[in-house]
């Protein structure tokens, strides 16, 4: 009898670390693919960073440069009021009918 209990005892250890060895693999597979996971959203979102300071720079550049052709020639701010004013008009009764 004692015998008996001593080899299921034995069984009992050897499937336990059979479960901590695969345990350990999973949680090590995991954390890796985590990890991978996260360098990826990282390098996304760098790049998408990136995008958006060049915008920036390019819409601060073109505000620059409207502003610059708007004090020059006051004529051509009339005008493009003008445009834009007609547009939006145009787009109303478009978006009523």
Not at 30 to 49: F, T
Not at 55 to 65: A, D, E, I
Request: no cysteine; glycine share 2%; proline share 0%.
């Amino acid at each position: 009898m004692s015998n008996l209990y001593a080899h299921r005892e034995e069984q009992n250890n050897q499937k336990f670390d059979q479960l901590a060895q695969t345990l350990s693999q999973f949680r090590t597979t995991v954390n890796h693919d985590i990890h991978e996971s996260i360098q990826q959203e990282n390098g996304l979102l760098d790049q998408l960073n990136d995008n958006f300071s060049n915008l920036m720079q390019s819409v601060k550049r073109t505000s620059g440069n409207l502003s610059t052709v708007m004090n020059r020639n006051s004529s051509l701010v009339r005008i493009v009021a003008i445009i834009l004013l007609a547009f939006f008009i145009v787009w109303m009764l478009f978006k009523l009918l």
